[in-house]
């Protein structure tokens, strides 16, 4: 049996116990306490990446397949994904795909369309309508604030680690998640259950997902399944986080895919 060092800490374990102390330490003689080192957000590193997810429902005894290739690029705040669907009976996009652009310093994304040359810029946050010059009887807000679980009667859920591993060659670590939820005055109960390999060292960014999804409708199921098919560590050009020369920009979101033309206005 080998013997075991204990009397030279690994520089890790020295350096954790030093920030621990500096973090804890109570007041001394000479000073005021020491402050706890602030929280700050993880930003992924810069990387690019290539997947593929499939999704196959079950509807009324007929199934839809739909599968979809994903190119991924990281950069700072920045995040771009381009989507194009190669297979399935349901128009999900224009031909060419769509191109998502994330834009973490301002919360807002944009989507583009190399087929129709439009794109629209969406804020992620939620926006106050403008002052009125009149008072109103019946405002209207751009954003619902009726929280969702006000129309439940049921909801759980379960998350628990799954382990260490290695996925595309970056570690990995595992979780299985559990979601049971019921509407008010349904008889169903929906059913969610997923499988998720998140990488330890890019801010938790999803390596595979693998779900089943029993939404409690007779006759109607979902399978998805989403990996990374290979990941680079390469700092990708700052240009393809800005929309193309020559694009211009639409009335709508729904328009990127409409070639301008919306029915849902304000989509």
């Given at each position: 049996?080998?013997?075991?060092?204990?009397?030279?800490?690994?520089?890790?374990?020295?350096?954790?116990?030093?920030?621990?102390?500096?973090?804890?330490?109570?007041?001394?003689?000479?000073?005021?306490p020491?402050?706890?080192?602030p929280?700050?957000?993880?930003?992924?590193?810069?990387?690019?990446?290539?997947?593929?997810?499939?999704?196959?429902?079950?509807?009324?005894g007929?199934?839809?397949?739909?599968?979809?290739?994903?190119?991924?690029?990281?950069?700072?705040?920045?995040?771009?994904?381009?989507?194009?669907?190669?297979?399935?009976?349901?128009?999900i996009?224009?031909?060419?795909?769509?191109?998502?652009?994330?834009?973490?310093?301002?919360?807002?994304?944009?989507?583009?369309?190399?087929?129709?040359?439009?794109?629209?810029?969406?804020?992620?946050?939620?926006?106050?309508?403008?002052?009125?010059?009149?008072?109103?009887?019946?405002?209207?807000?751009?954003?619902?604030?009726?929280?969702?679980?006000?129309?439940?009667?049921?909801?759980?859920?379960?998350?628990?680690?799954?382990?260490?591993?290695?996925?595309?060659?970056?570690?990995?670590?595992?979780?299985?998640?559990?979601?049971?939820?019921?509407?008010?005055?349904?008889?169903?109960?929906?059913?969610?259950?997923?499988?998720v390999?998140?990488?330890?060292?890019?801010?938790?960014?999803?390596?595979?997902?693998?779900?089943?999804?029993?939404?409690?409708m007779?006759?109607?199921?979902?399978?998805?399944?989403?990996?990374?098919?290979?990941?680079?560590?390469?700092?990708?050009?700052?240009?393809?986080?800005?929309?193309?020369?020559?694009?211009?920009?639409?009335?709508?979101?729904?328009?990127?895919?409409?070639?301008?033309?919306?029915?849902?206005?304000?989509?």
């Amino acid at each position: 049996m080998n013997a075991v060092n204990v009397g030279r800490p690994k520089r890790s374990a020295l350096l954790l116990a030093a920030m621990l102390w500096a973090t804890c330490a109570p007041a001394g003689a000479d000073g005021p306490p020491i402050a706890p080192m602030p929280l700050t957000i993880p930003v992924p590193h810069s990387f690019t990446a290539h997947a593929h997810g499939d999704l196959k429902i079950m509807f009324g005894g007929s199934p839809i397949d739909l599968a979809a290739r994903v190119t991924i690029a990281q950069r700072d705040l920045f995040a771009r994904y381009d989507i194009t669907v190669e297979r399935g009976g349901v128009p999900i996009g224009p031909a060419g795909g769509l191109t998502l652009i994330l834009d973490r310093s301002t919360n807002a994304v944009t989507v583009g369309s190399d087929a129709t040359k439009l794109y629209y810029t969406q804020s992620l946050m939620p926006t106050t309508a403008p002052p009125s010059p009149a008072p109103s009887a019946s405002p209207r807000l751009p954003f619902t604030t009726r929280s969702p679980l006000a129309d439940l009667d049921l909801f759980t859920m379960n998350v628990q680690l799954n382990g260490h591993s290695t996925v595309v060659g970056l570690p990995a670590t595992g979780f299985i998640m559990t979601i049971d939820f019921r509407r008010k005055g349904a008889t169903a109960t929906s059913h969610v259950h997923a499988t998720v390999d998140l990488a330890d060292d890019f801010a938790s960014f999803p390596l595979d997902f693998d779900a089943t999804i029993d939404p409690g409708m007779a006759g109607v199921t979902g399978v998805l399944h989403y990996a990374v098919d290979d990941f680079v560590r390469a700092e990708p050009p700052l240009a393809e986080f800005a929309v193309p020369a020559g694009y211009a920009k639409a009335a709508t979101l729904f328009g990127v895919i409409s070639k301008g033309t919306s029915a849902l206005p304000g989509f």
